[in-house]
């Protein structure tokens, strides 16, 4: 049996539909819960007669809110035998999910890679190398070859992105800022940019780096080239690709080669390609800062995420927080942040190593509130920059991997509501006694051999992230990882301002992913009020919320 949602994701009173697969003796009577962390919302009785059944539960007012769903047998409400998640948004830019695609052939048509991507709750697509040329995008013929010998069928592309559509997902063609193949440079040799030595940039002896600069032809020919994307291709929105490098280049456009700043040029390019693209709806538009360059000065402007390409020195856990707290400083508002973080251990090394690195990554990367561009295609993981080079995951790791991307859907309140303050450094350790663990060595950071603890909060609500390190001999997040060494009965003791209401946590490591409630203690101290109370396990990753009470004490 399986069971999913129809679409990626609901909007605001919209009805919500479910899909139920069930290859069993018809028929069978299944009672179906939803809940709101750990509040039941909807639950009705379901007699299933055929292999797949639309479920509809209704319409959800909410503006922004994760729902969990459980599958039991009629017979035993205690135990659900299968663990679903939607959402439901007045905007799909409150949580953009990003995934990818990359295969277009004639016998890609119908891979499974799009319900793949719907039971992973993907909503933002990138059609990663789909175009004919980079600085012809669309194909002048049916079929063609991309720039690197890729394969290609337009009428594919065509059809995915209408199912894309179909399946409330927003497919965005991957348009790269920086590049021209070798024919347009000859015609355009005043468009590109020049090294200090006044040679052409060229990357991998394919792609000629033009000239981006404000006022430059270039520009204005990458405006043209991103509206035929999508009122000729039906693209929902742009992927503004980058290499990173170079930083600072030489225009030839007058006499005398003028030394260019990319990082002035970057944020009117998008503010621009926002001015002068346009589609039914407003486009979407992703920049990718790569290696987190220039994310301080693009990171505000006008495009509906802040993406970051993760590369090296952001190479450990640590770095991974830090990325997404300067993002969310930078961004000055409610924007969501991608890291595209490429997990080598599916790629090279012992891949029984693939899976706890991916877990591990993914839940550090959530708990601090950001998304992860991980999977695409059908079963399939980033290892690379070059998106088609992907690896497919097993069976089980598949299995694992959807897992956590409901857990994320189902607790998404907890993981991304804009409210949450980060205050991991600074309300533990030293004289900081808001939060403290009393029983297990705890890090702040994510350091090896220790349990990291990431701390948010808001008006009566704090949040404790664990991701489970102990067992770990470094802490690189793009290395393969050992199974983690669970640890049990971990203490902790937490300052509270007004009367705790109920304490609870979950976790996607276990067979059930609801919300349990903890019991607790209070007691009263020269320093205020505190509770104590203990969770009974760890394994890879648990997420604690205490809910207070607004009355004060």
Known sequence: MDIYPSKAQFSTNETVTLCLICDDVLPISVHIRVLL??????????????????????????????????????????????????????????????????????????????????????????????????????????????????????????????????????????????????????????????????????????????????????RKHLFEEYQSAISMMGFSGIHMDTYGFPKTAYSHLDAIPKKIKLENELPTLIDETRENVHGEEEPYLIFNNVGAWPVQRTADRKQDAVYIEVWPPYDRYASIAQLIRDARTYARDDKSIILAAYLKPFREGKREKALPAAKLLMGSIVSNGATHLLTGENQTALTQGYYSDYTKFSDSEAEAIRRYYDYMIRYENLFFDPELQDVT?????????????????????????????????????????????????????????????????????????????????????????????????????????????????????????????????
């Open 37 to 218: 962390l750990s509040k039941t919302v909807w639950e009705q009785n379901i007699v299933l007669t055929e292999n797949k059944t639309t479920v509809s539960i209704g319409a959800f007012s909410a503006t922004f809110a994760g729902y969990g769903v459980n599958v039991y047998q009629q017979n035993d409400l205690e135990k659900p035998i299968l663990q679903t998640a939607f959402d439901v948004a007045e905007s799909p830019r409150k949580l953009l999910r990003y995934g990818f695609l990359s295969d277009f052939t004639e016998k890609d048509r119908d891979n499974g890679a799009l319900e793949w991507l719907l039971k992973c709750h993907i909503n933002l697509v990138q059609f990663y190398d789909w175009s004919y040329r980079h600085d012809s995008l669309v194909a002048p013929q049916e079929d063609y070859h991309d720039m690197m010998g890729k394969e290609i069928s337009g009428s594919t592309v065509k059809a995915k992105i209408a199912k894309a559509k179909a399946l409330g997902m927003h497919p965005t063609a991957y348009g790269a800022v920086y590049a021209a193949s070798e024919p347009f440079f000859e015609k355009h040799p005043t468009w590109a940019f020049y090294n200090s030595c006044q040679e052409p940039f060229v990357f991998i002896d394919v792609f000629y780096i033009m000239n981006i600069a404000k006022g430059s032809p270039w």
């Open 425 to 553: 450094m600074t309300h533990t350790g030293w004289d900081n006694y808001e939060y403290q663990c009393t029983s297990h060595k705890v890090s702040s950071y994510g350091e090896a051999g220790k349990i990291w603890m990431i701390l948010r909060e808001k008006d009566y609500r704090k949040c404790i992230y664990l991701l489970n390190l102990c067992g770990q001999s470094e802490d690189y997040w793009n290395e393969g990882k050992e199974e983690p060494n669970i640890q049990k009965d971990i203490k902790f003791t937490v300052q509270v301002d007004t009367p705790v209401e109920k304490i609870c946590f979950s976790t996607p490591d276990e067979e059930n992913m609801d919300a349990i409630g903890l019991s607790f203690t209070e007691r009263a101290t020269k320093t205020g009020k505190f509770i104590d109370f203990t969770v009974p396990s760890l394994n890879y990753w648990t997420t604690i919320w205490i809910d207070t009470r607004k009355e004060t004490i």
